[in-house]
């Protein structure tokens, strides 16, 4: 979704580009562009190192980061971080103990439920930088610096970290990292970058006593196949990973199905009992992102197509509600997860979109 602040940005980047293009020249390109200023490099480089490189100053209370989580934060991740409903949960899983090893017992032991990302994360420094870069989802880069150091020391309390009367700031938040649960817990035996010209992987190319075949041992069944939604509409579809078409049926359950279910996902026409409007309003909600958080009969993080068909059947002011809800976004006719605005999409788009939606039997 948040690949919906793109465009603009990309659009603003051409356009500055080609304003100057005739000004100035660059040896790459002749005629094309300019150099960036430092304002600009500075505006894109947020990215905060685990020795704290990029760490802008600032401070934040546990206090204030209480405010912000419950305004910005709460209503996908739960008050306590435990985010039940859909995101994986912020908080738990971790002791006293593993503070003082570093190392998290339950991941060994594994007696949670759901790994949490206090348990995951072994440096606060990416704590920092993700929530700064990424949060709130809904609006990505609207905290600051102060907002960002106060809503992590409210989750490093949570964590039972720090106390409820501690100020996180770029001054002590080295002797924090000195208490993170899973601090020793990362290794770099298997990186991917270079050090003094060598390959950081410690990995020996393993061709011998390979098994045969390779055995499916569990699988989904096939009534929960679509449990979450068509996975092939939500994932990319270039790279390694793509999602099987879960609207049908697996081919086989031989190893190599989800190859060939893949390829026929990817051949297939357009359902042909489509009507054309029904197939347009379909491939627009999949080009939009809406498939990434609704699916037909089941509910992901907003709700079903099914569902919203059957609140609003027969209200003949549905049309004209929906379209300015999913312009402006908004909570609160599902549950507190709010949906985001969707500015950049034309209101004959939404309208197709959700005169399709609301036509669901
Ligand atoms: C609209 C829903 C939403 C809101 C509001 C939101 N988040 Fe998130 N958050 C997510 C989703 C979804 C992910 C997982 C994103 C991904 O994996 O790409 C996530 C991931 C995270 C993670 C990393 C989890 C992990 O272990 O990988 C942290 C930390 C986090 N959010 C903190 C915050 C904070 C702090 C705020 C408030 C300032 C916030 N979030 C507001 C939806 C939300
Ligand atoms: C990030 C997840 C997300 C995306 C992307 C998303 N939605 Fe939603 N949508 C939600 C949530 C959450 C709700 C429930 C909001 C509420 O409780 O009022 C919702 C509700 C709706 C509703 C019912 C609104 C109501 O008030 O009952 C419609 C219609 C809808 N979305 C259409 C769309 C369309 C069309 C798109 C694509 C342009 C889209 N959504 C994209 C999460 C999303």
């Given at each position: 979704m948040f690949k919906l602040v793109k465009p603009a940005s990309l659009a603003a980047l051409l356009f500055l580009g080609i304003t100057n293009a005739c000004a100035q020249n660059t040896t790459s390109y002749p005629g094309v562009g300019r150099a960036a200023t430092v304002n600009e490099v500075n505006a894109w480089n947020i990215d905060v190192r685990?020795?704290?490189?990029g760490l802008p100053k600032g401070s934040g209370t546990v206090e204030q980061g209480t405010v912000i989580w419950e305004n910005k934060?709460?209503?996908?991740?739960?008050?306590?971080?435990?985010?039940?409903?859909?995101f994986t949960p912020i908080v738990g899983g971790t002791t006293k103990k593993d503070q003082e090893?570093?190392?998290?017992?339950a991941l060994v032991t594994n007696s949670q439920p759901q790994r949490t990302t206090m348990m995951k994360v072994a440096t606060i420094s990416t704590l920092y930088d993700y929530i700064y870069r990424a949060m709130p989802w809904n609006e990505p880069r609207s905290l600051t610096p102060d907002d960002t150091y106060a809503v992590m020391a409210y989750i490093l309390n949570l964590a039972e970290i720090?106390?409820?009367?501690f100020t996180l700031s770029n001054d002590n938040i080295a002797e924090i990292q000195n208490r993170m649960?899973?601090?020793?817990?990362?290794?770099?035996?298997?990186?991917m970058r270079t050090v003094d010209g060598k390959p950081d992987v410690n990995a020996v190319a393993c061709m011998k006593d390979c098994v045969k075949e390779v055995v499916i041992t569990s699988s989904l069944p096939d009534f929960a196949r679509d449990a979450h939604g068509n996975i092939a509409t939500q994932n990319r579809n270039f790279g390694p990973t793509r999602g099987a078409d879960t609207t049908q049926p697996p081919l086989a359950k031989l190893p190599g199905a989800g190859y060939q279910m893949k390829v026929v996902a990817m051949t297939a026409a357009p359902a042909s009992a489509e009507t054309t409007g029904g197939a347009a309003a379909k491939e627009l909600f999949t080009k939009n992102n809406c498939a990434v958080c609704h699916a037909a009969n089941s509910k992901m993080v907003g709700p079903s197509i099914a569902d919203v068909a059957a609140k609003y059947k027969g209200n003949p002011d549905a049309v004209a509600l929906m379209v300015k809800k999913v312009k402006n976004g908004g909570a609160g006719n599902w549950g507190s997860i709010p949906m985001p605005p969707h500015p950049q999409v034309s209101e004959a788009d939404t309208t197709t979109m959700v005169t399709w939606m609301l036509a669901t039997p």
């Open positions: 685990p020795d704290f490189k934060c709460a209503s996908c991740h739960g008050a306590f971080g435990e985010s039940n409903e859909v090893t570093g190392h998290v017992e720090v106390p409820e009367d649960p899973n601090r020793n817990g990362m290794t770099l035996d298997h990186g």
